[in-house]
């Protein structure tokens, strides 16, 4: 098709023609959105190359059920949270405002194509419960008793949420972000590290 100069609608077409055969496929984006719509997520993104699908509390035991039977996504790698926290006991909080909550993740594979699909849901602080998931991942029950005993979430449902680590009589969670660590105290997190420029190549010594 030959854009005709007087009508700018015609390049229009043309330029878009191109733009399509030129893209390429996406698997990566494709496979997220669909594990997305089936679950009925809030959102998703493919960032850094790594699946991730955001859903809601009340969504959670639904949609890994959904991803194990309807995606093959059979193999329980992890489950864990994150403190998301703008006031921190021990070290600089983070540079820009976060949205305070605990992020409980969960990492799903398969176990033929190497896909890997993490999913996340949110908690409120006040109330940080939601339920287990035991009942389709019995290797998740470990996890979720780490997490009950590090950042002080409820799992309902799970049978055993007694402490593996810590003392009968420790007291409070360590991994929140207002739990004073003495360790910490005494040898902050890393945080933003100031690193120094590389010194002079001896090839190109005024760079």
């Known amino acids: 098709m030959t854009p005709n100069p007087s009508d700018p609608q015609g390049e229009v077409e043309v330029e878009a023609e191109a733009e399509a055969e030129t893209t390429e496929p996406d698997p990566l984006a494709d496979f997220a959105a669909s594990i997305a719509e089936a679950v009925g997520a809030a959102s998703h993104s493919t960032e850094y190359e790594t699946i991730k699908i955001f859903v809601e509390p009340d969504a959670w035991v639904d949609a890994v059920t959904k991803a194990r039977d309807e995606f093959d996504l059979a193999f329980f790698s992890w489950l864990s949270a994150v403190d998301w926290a703008n006031e921190v006991s021990v070290g600089d909080g983070p540079q820009e405002e976060v949205e305070e909550r605990y992020e409980v993740m969960c990492a799903l594979g398969d176990l033929t194509d190497g896909n890997l699909v993490i999913f996340s849901t949110s908690l409120d602080k ?57 360790s910490r105290e005494v040898k902050p997190w890393p945080g933003k590290v100031d690193v120094e420029d590389m010194p002079p190549s001896s090839q190109n010594p005024e760079a």
């Open 126 to 182: 006040e109330a940080p419960t939601i339920d287990s998931l035991v009942d389709v991942f019995q290797g998740a029950a470990w996890h979720e008793r780490e997490s009950h005993e590090m950042f002080g979430i409820d799992f309902s449902g799970n049978p055993d949420l007694s402490p593996l680590y810590l003392p009968d009589a420790f007291t409070g969670h360590p991994l929140r972000k207002s739990y004073p660590l003495l």
